[in-house]
């Protein structure tokens, strides 16, 4: 340690940078796996599905007719028309091209967003247990996390009177995500318009993070967006990582008023120049081609979830909500009488269980597990049953 400060000291904020648990974990189960064992993989956040094939066409075709330089750094302005659309129509709002920001995946909104807005001493409110980004970026760009907790007893959704009642005048930023990751719960309408009346004319923004937005298992997506005087206050962001499969292709994007989106501009201008030009391209071509297989993806999600939730509640000592949307299912273990993640470790050292302790996503997440049901039927049942044997010997 003393040999590394000789060559390099670390600036301090690098010390309130976070991570995800969810590659620490997949290492470790790869490390198993080059061991010999056979790991059932529930840890990572991504479909088990490939790219439709039509959008993999789409990217060759622009690669071979040579898309292979710089784009606008905010988007291809035919993406963000067609990003625009895809936005007004299924938020009932109007948006304009010029209000989207294309970005390599939907997790650089989160972080720009918090340099544009946030800085030292401000504060923001995030929902835990939530993606364990936003805790990170939020502590990196040196303002103050105030974690807002999402209960079990409401369904994992949060509680609107608690969240008003952590807005100060320091409040930047509020942000919300629904469908969550990792519980699957959802926001009802009436809970966004009952935010939405109570922060309009505060001088803060909403972080709306839709990315689950059509992975929903029941109902219309509702987007905070919508209810009046909210679209300027508004940063939404979705993208094609979850909808379309596209994880490793890296496109996301922002809807946000016009002041900022130039911000967010020049932020990409001094960060990433812009996002991959062939990958824009197969943007274009998965939100105006065929819907048929992201649908599917979301029907045989829905199948898991049900089988899933059954056979989870079946397990002595378990008990699991229905998830409403995104793919994880976050089932309580607090009978158990265990911290999580020292579950979490069993689980794989014991079983070859990958899948992550809840506090993983925050300290409102203890008691629980994030399984996520982004893996073959197969896999799914074999990990409850492994689940289940780990947990019954551990209560032997
Ligand atoms: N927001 C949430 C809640 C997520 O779970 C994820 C990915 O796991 C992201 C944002 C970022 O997705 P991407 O950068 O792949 O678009």
């Known amino acids: 340690m003393q040999e590394e ?66 784009t606008p750094a905010t988007g291809i ?67 103050k996390p105030v974690p807002v907790p999402l209960r079990e007893e409401l369904d994992f959704r949060l509680d609107v009177e608690e969240l008003l009642g952590l807005i100060t005048d320091r409040t930047r930023i509020i942000i919300i ?41 029941e109902g219309e997506h509702a987007s905070i967006t919508r209810y009046p005087g909210m679209q300027e206050k508004t940063i939404l962001l979705d993208g094609f990582s979850k909808t379309y499969a596209m994880t490793g292709w890296r496109l996301g994007y922002g809807v946000m008023n016009r002041g900022l989106a130039q911000q967010i501009g020049k932020l990409m201008i001094n960060s990433n120049s812009c996002t991959a030009a062939f990958t824009q391209i197969a943007g274009i071509a998965a939100l105006t081609g065929d819907q048929g297989p992201s649908l599917r993806m979301v029907e045989t999600f829905r199948q898991r979830r049900d089988r899933v939730v059954e056979l989870l509640n079946e397990i002595a000592g378990v008990t699991c909500r229905l998830p409403q949307g995104a793919f994880y299912a976050f089932p309580n273990i607090k009978s158990f009488e265990k911290p999580a993640r020292e579950i979490q470790n069993l689980l794989l050292t014991k079983a070859d269980l990958a899948l992550l302790s809840g506090t993983a996503f925050g300290c409102f997440g203890e008691g629980y597990l994030r399984f996520s049901y982004a893996a073959s039927m197969e ?14 010997r551990m209560r032997a």
């Open 77 to 143: 302005l035919e993406l963000r028309q067609v990003i625009a659309t895809a936005v007004a129509k299924t938020r009932g709002i109007r948006v304009d091209p010029d209000q989207v920001v294309v970005t390599p995946g939907g997790k650089p909104i989160i972080f720009f967003s918090l340099l544009a807005l946030a800085g030292d001493g401000d504060e923001v409110i995030y929902p835990n247990p939530g993606f364990p980004i936003y805790e990170s970026m939020i502590r990196y760009v040196g303002a």
């Open 177 to 217: 995500n629904s469908p969550n990751n990792p519980t699957g719960s959802v926001l009802t309408a009436e809970d966004l318009e009952n935010i939405a009346s109570k922060v309009v004319d505060r001088n803060l923004m909403v972080l709306s993070d839709e990315i689950y937005s059509r992975i929903l298992y």
């Open 379 to 392: 896999n799914l049942e074999e990990g409850v049953r492994r689940m289940a044997s780990t947990l019954a």
């Open 5 to 70: 400060a000789k060559i390099m000291q670390l600036a301090e904020r690098m010390s309130r940078l976070g991570t995800e648990t969810a590659f620490e974990v997949l290492a470790a189960a790869k490390a198993r796996e080059a061991a010999g064992h056979e790991v059932i993989h529930l840890e990572i956040g991504e479909p088990d599905f490939e790219t439709p094939e039509y959008i993999v066409e789409a990217a060759v075709g622009a690669l071979r007719s040579g898309a292979h330089h710089y």
